[in-house]
């Protein structure tokens, strides 16, 4: 592990950091990877009965680096976000997101796939997804109209309209809103509780809660081959120059 994914294990839980705060938690091809590694040992080590998923500093993740992303686009690479997916999807340990401010893009969507999420009051979540020229990715287009409805989901998605702390919370998206400093008290608290519970019987709980969503990979797969071709577009180069540029991009010659 390198310092910008830190992973602790205590008393049966695992805590798993995004730690680039200087880059707003920006996730690289090796962040990705790491995760990936510390999702599926936690699967694999019986003395790991729940994990957390947190930031660092005062943001959840800023989503994907968008230098990273340009370099990939035009390699021609497959997206790192596909194992970390796959990973997250299927990941038999129950998995908690401790939200401690802006999550965009993946960030939110990852969130989709975790059991219990506790967010700071400062949480908020945002998917710009169009607004970059490209689709939702890590099963989004089907898990949030399932979560949220048709009508918000469509907002979220559509839009890019962020949600605050207290709408996700009423709206079901969030377990539990708290303030800021008692953020990884809470989540930990959850995390205790269910560490001590019997690990087959809430690991098949959890298989029997995810098996109502049968067709997610498929939307995943489905979702990666569009969001592959979306990179290399004149659209998202426009956005992603714009980002990089510092200015308002300019999507008025697309059709």
Known sequence: MTENVLVT?????MEITFNRPEKKNALTRAMYAEVVDALRSADADPAVRVAI??????????G??????????????????????????TMQTPLIGAVNGAAIGVGTTMLAHCDLIVASRSAR???PFTSLGLVPEAGSSLLFPRLLGNQRASALL??????????????????????????????RGFARRMAVLPPQAVRQTKQLIRHGAPD????????????????????????????????????????
């Open 9 to 13: 294990r205590d008393a049966g839980v």
């Open 53 to 62: 998923l947190t930031g660092s500093g005062d943001i959840f993740t800023s």
């Open 64 to 89: 994907n680096d968008i230098k990273d992303f340009q370099i990939r686009a035009v390699a021609g690479n497959d997206s790192p976000a596909s194992p970390f997916l796959t990973a997250l999807s």
């Open 125 to 127: 979540f945002v998917m």
């Open 158 to 187: 559509l839009l890019g309209e962020p949600l605050t702390a207290e709408t996700a919370l009423e709206w079901g998206f969030v377990n539990q809103v708290v303030e800021p400093e008692a953020l990884m008290d809470t989540a």
């Open 216 to 255: 997610v990979t498929a939307r995943i797969a489905e979702e990666l081959v569009l969001f592959r071709e979306r990179l290399s577009s004149p659209e998202a180069g426009e956005a992603f120059a714009a980002f990089v540029e510092k200015r308002k991009p300019d999507f008025s010659r697309f059709e």
